[in-house]
């Protein structure tokens, strides 16, 4: 490694743990605020407190990694520029792709480490922060699950649900055990789907009813196309139940795609939150190729204030766009993949330009 690729480097890496840690803080402060009611409300016990906040540490990393890049890479080309070693630099022969280069290195071994972590620790993370609110805080009773199916049980009756869309008002594959006082088999129903109403609740569809009348022996068969069933639970009940995509890892996100294909189910939510899973860390690299033309630009002119600004400007239209391509997605208005990485391609195809038209 070059001396000037060291030096570079030791100022970004200053700067981008510096910038995690104070963007970090202010999150943890936030977070700490929002929550702090709902654990004083439950009287939650202090390693409640502690346990919940250490795993909500890697999902914020995951959140404000994208942002400490951002400025670390503002800085330190302003920091260059504002001490005359950018123009030192370039009077020896220097380019600014050359003197940028570590830069975005840099930007891409913290991309893969993002990829790496974001598989590894972010979904266990996310789990642990999720269910100690829901479960241990609150006092939810959590639903028992395998894989993405789950049983439940209300009254005397055990419910199966294949799979549960609280956002589109549906539970499928939903099957319904009614037993007696004993424990005794009365009934099964088998219903294709199910969907709320909010006059009427569940309405079980396609529904095939076997009568047992608590003997072993099947008495009676009917169907019905439609049926209404006074499941206790409505659709924001079932949102604890579903996998969320950051509590899920890239393995299982993509045999939930192939399962969910397979089975005939509409798979276009899963293939975006697979797709988004692997390009959401690329952003850093994003970031850096943004960064190096505004502080270029910017020249003598950098400084921290104008720094922590523009990273949270860039951050903020960055991630509503963002947003807004994978609700396209989520709709089906665009491909998953497009959905996923357009704001990476759009973003990355803006920095670049902005750096070769930058004064050389």
């Known amino acids: 490694m070059r001396l000037l690729d060291r030096y570079l480097l030791k100022n970004y890496v200053r700067i981008f743990a510096l910038a995690l840690a104070a963007f970090g803080g202010i999150y943890l402060l936030v977070e700490f605020f929002e929550k702090v009611d709902d654990f004083l409300e439950h009287k939650a016990a202090i390693n409640l407190y502690l346990a919940y ?45 050359r003197i940028s280069r570590p830069l975005v ?18 979904p266990l993370a996310a789990h642990n922060t999720e269910f100690i609110m829901r479960t241990e805080v609150s006092g939810q009773a959590p639903l028992a ?6 049983w439940f049980r209300e009254g005397h009756n055990i419910i199966f649900i294949r799979l549960a869309e609280p956002k589109k008002n ?7 055990y009614e037993m007696d006082q004993n424990f005794h088999l009365r009934r099964r129903l088998d219903a294709q789907k199910a969907h709320y109403d909010t006059s009427a609740g569940w309405i079980l569809e396609h529904v ?15 169907a019905r196309k439609l049926l209404p069933y006074p499941l206790q639970k409505k659709p924001e009940n079932f949102n604890a139940a579903v996998r969320r995509n950051d509590e ?3 393995q299982d996100l993509y045999r939930q795609v192939r399962r969910l294909e397979a089975e005939g189910y509409d798979a276009t939510r899963a293939r975006v939150d697979l797709q988004a899973r692997i390009a959401t860390p690329f952003t850093c690299l994003v970031m ?19 720094g922590i600004g523009i990273s949270i400007a860039i951050g903020i239209s960055y991630f509503l766009l963002q947003a807004t391509l994978l609700a396209f997605g989520y709709a089906g208005a665009l491909p998953p993949w497009l959905a996923a990485w357009s704001g990476n391609l759009l973003v990355g195809m803006l920095g670049t330009w902005m750096l070769l038209n930058t004064r050389q």
């Open 248 to 250: 899920a890892r890239l």
């Open 170 to 176: 549906q539970l499928q594959g939903v099957t319904i």
């Open 105 to 122: 290195l840099a930007a891409l071994v913290v991309s893969l480490l993002l990829l790496v972590g974001g598989d590894l620790v972010t």
């Open 53 to 97: 906040f250490f795993w909500k540490i890697p999902v914020i990393l995951k959140d404000i990694t994208p942002l400490a890049v951002l400025l670390a890479t503002f800085l330190t080309l302003g920091g260059l520029s504002r001490h005359g070693e950018l123009t030192a630099m370039r009077a020896c022969g220097i380019g600014l792709v």
């Open 208 to 222: 095939k009813i076997h009568d047992f009348s608590g003997g072993r022996n099947l008495k009676n068969f009917s």
């Open 288 to 306: 850096a190729f943004l960064g190096i033309p505004f502080a270029l630009q910017r020249g003598r002119a950098s400084n921290l204030a104008l």
């Open 145 to 150: 699950m395998k894989r993405d199916s789950l």
